[in-house]
């Protein structure tokens, strides 16, 4: 079982809808998929089951629970089926982020509570796809790249790409040097791309900078990703056919061969 974290270190750059795709293009290959949604704002889980029943889950079948010392839950009690076969989710809930604290390596076994969680479902799932939330400096983020193999930061075609860039490199080799020696950064992923000069630019101003550690792949600005959002369900899943979804599957494919090494090891022990 690998596990991938979605990071980035503000909102709007489509990490949440690029957790889901991404999600849907390996379960659409055959992989068991498991979605966890550590963002407070809980938006992939409201996607998946809609708010209504996102509101109405008591903390303790929340990845919440995970965190929350008064609760011990089981793998079942928190993982969710959803519609498509082999995918499930743990739902975020609204009480998620009040265990965001910062200073996260100072928070003891706490920052492990993610990794204990997946060692117990290893056997169960052969991706997990993590969704964290925009502020990278807490726990919750924290504890995520603790418990991951590998991660994917959406970027913007903007000024601030770059800026964004160095964040992530940063924390991830603290989360190295502390916690987990393990972890590496798959790339960087252009994504909602507008069809403007300057952001070609831009996006080769990151290449220029960043090469090889940027996706050859590309996400555009297209429709299709906030149509399959109100659907409820990855593109990939949802419309295999467009072109949005023919996109993501370029992504996976690629973070497939990024993975392959990582692969390869795990295999032959």
Same mark, same amino acid.
């Given at each position: 079982?690998?596990? @991938? &974290?979605?990071?980035?270190?503000?909102?709007?750059?489509?990490?949440? /809808?690029?957790?889901?795709?991404? =999600?849907?293009?390996?379960?659409?290959?055959?992989?068991?998929?498991?979605?966890?949604?550590?963002?407070?704002?809980?938006? %992939?889980?409201?996607?998946?089951?809609?708010? *209504?029943?996102?509101?109405?889950?008591?903390?303790?079948?929340?990845?919440?629970?995970?965190?929350?010392?008064?609760?011990?839950?089981?793998?079942?009690?928190?993982?969710?089926?959803?519609?498509?076969?082999?995918?499930?989710?743990?739902? &975020? *809930?609204?009480?998620?982020? *009040?265990? #965001?604290?910062?200073?996260?390596?100072?928070?003891?076994? =706490?920052?492990?509570?993610?990794?204990?969680?997946?060692?117990?479902?290893?056997?169960?799932?052969?991706?997990?796809?993590?969704?964290?939330?925009? #502020? /990278? *400096?807490? %726990?919750?983020?924290?504890?995520?790249?603790?418990?991951?193999?590998?991660?994917?930061?959406? @970027?913007?075609?903007?000024?601030?790409?770059?800026?964004?860039?160095?964040?992530? $490199?940063?924390?991830?080799?603290?989360?190295?040097?502390?916690? #987990?020696?393990?972890?590496?950064?798959?790339?960087?992923?252009? #994504? $909602?791309?507008?069809?403007?000069?300057?952001?070609?630019?831009?996006? $080769?101003?990151?290449? &220029?900078?960043?090469?090889?550690?940027?996706?050859?792949?590309?996400?555009?600005?297209?429709?299709?990703?906030?149509?399959?959002?109100?659907?409820?369900?990855?593109? /990939?899943?949802?419309?295999?056919?467009?072109? =949005? &979804? =023919?996109?993501?599957?370029?992504?996976?494919?690629?973070?497939?061969?990024?993975?392959?090494?990582?692969?390869?090891?795990?295999?032959?022990?």
């Amino acid at each position: 079982m690998l596990t @991938i &974290s979605l990071l980035a270190r503000k909102g709007g750059t489509g990490k949440t /809808t690029m957790s889901l795709s991404l =999600a849907g293009a390996f379960v659409a290959g055959g992989a068991r998929v498991l979605c966890l949604d550590l963002d407070g704002q809980g938006s %992939l889980s409201r996607v998946c089951f809609g708010p *209504s029943v996102v509101e109405a889950l008591h903390p303790s079948a929340t990845a919440a629970g995970l965190f929350d010392p008064r609760y011990d839950p089981a793998p079942d009690d928190v993982i969710r089926p959803t519609r498509f076969d082999r995918l499930a989710v743990v739902p &975020s *809930s609204d009480t998620l982020e *009040s265990f #965001n604290r910062p200073h996260p390596a100072e928070a003891g076994e =706490a920052q492990h509570v993610v990794r204990r969680f997946l060692a117990e479902v290893r056997d169960r799932f052969d991706l997990v796809v993590i969704d964290t939330g925009p #502020n /990278t *400096s807490g %726990l919750l983020g924290w504890a995520a790249l603790a418990a991951s193999d590998y991660v994917v930061s959406p @970027i913007l075609a903007d000024p601030f790409g770059a800026q964004a860039v160095i964040h992530v $490199q940063r924390l991830v080799e603290e989360v190295r040097e502390k916690v #987990n020696p393990k972890l590496r950064i798959a790339g960087y992923l252009v #994504n $909602q791309r507008k069809k403007e000069a300057i952001q070609e630019g831009y996006e $080769q101003t990151l290449r &220029s900078i960043h090469g090889p550690m940027i996706f050859a792949a590309v996400i555009p600005l297209m429709a299709a990703y906030k149509e399959a959002a109100a659907a409820r369900g990855p593109v /990939t899943l949802l419309k295999p056919k467009l072109k =949005a &979804s =023919a996109l993501v599957q370029a992504v996976a494919d690629e973070l497939t061969d990024r993975m392959a090494d990582t692969l390869k090891r795990k295999d032959a022990a």
